[in-house]
T-cell receptor, first 114, second 115 residues
């Protein structure tokens, strides 16, 4: 069983479209995250939820909206996609709000906006 | 504010040679430090972590790292490189910030292993 699974793995879409990425973890972790990895491999946190509550909301355009229906799921919806949104988006989870045991990452969703 | 610097975006070693990947950090409080590995088209996988216990930390796949407070370093080493070690390696620091734990990643070091 995959610990943190994301769908889809690849996403190619046109500018202006709206798309969603889904994430599920079966580790029983309390906290989930969305990270964006750009073309230079730089990882930047976008959002974090702890038990369905938003606890980290970094400087991200309003077009990005996370949703956590329960603590095992964290989805990311992106409106009006732009070329600059092309990146790999990683979902991750950790035990508690303090990831001192490290993250468990999903395998990523490669988003290409054309 | 915390930060992580990884010296060398690309490191090449011969198979069987010592691997040394450098990481320096800045943190206002004793930090938690991590090394992650990313294989092509995969997510990041935790290699090892320092959480204020032993300063020499052993991880998976024969890697280890030593926390040196005086040098603010957490370099990753492996005595003998294997072809399967070729990947991107990320150092990360975690410290309290505004009621939660903020994790900052370095920019990564791509390890090439030459047969």
């Amino acid at each position: 069983d995959t610990a943190v699974s994301q769908t889809p793995k690849y996403l190619v879409t046109q500018m202006g479209n709206d798309k969603s990425i889904k994430c599920e973890q079966n580790l029983g972790h309390d906290t989930m995250y969305w990270y964006k990895q750009d073309s230079k491999k730089f990882l930047k946190i976008m959002f974090s939820y702890n038990n369905k509550e938003l606890i980290i909301n970094e400087t991200v355009p309003n077009r990005f909206s996370p949703k956590s229906p329960d603590k095992a799921h964290l989805n990311l919806h992106i409106n009006s996609l732009e070329l600059g949104d092309s990146a790999v988006y990683f979902c991750a989870s950790s035990q508690g709000q303090f990831p001192n045991y490290g993250y468990t990452f999903g395998s990523g969703t490669r988003l290409t906006v054309v | 504010a915390q930060s992580v610097t990884q010296l060398g975006s690309h490191v090449s070693v011969s198979e069987g040679a010592l691997v040394l990947l450098r990481c320096n950090y800045s943190s206002s409080v004793p930090p938690y430090l991590f090394w992650y590995v990313q294989y092509p088209n995969q997510g990041l996988q935790l290699l090892l972590k320092y959480t204020s216990a032993a300063t020499l930390v052993k991880g998976i796949n024969g890697f280890e790292a030593e926390f040196k407070k005086s040098e603010t370093s957490f370099h990753l080493t492996k005595p003998s490189a294997h072809m399967s070690d070729a990947a991107e390696y990320f150092c990360a620091v975690s410290e309290p910030s505004g009621g939660y734990q903020k994790v900052t990643f370095g920019t990564g070091t791509k390890l090439q292993v030459i047969p």
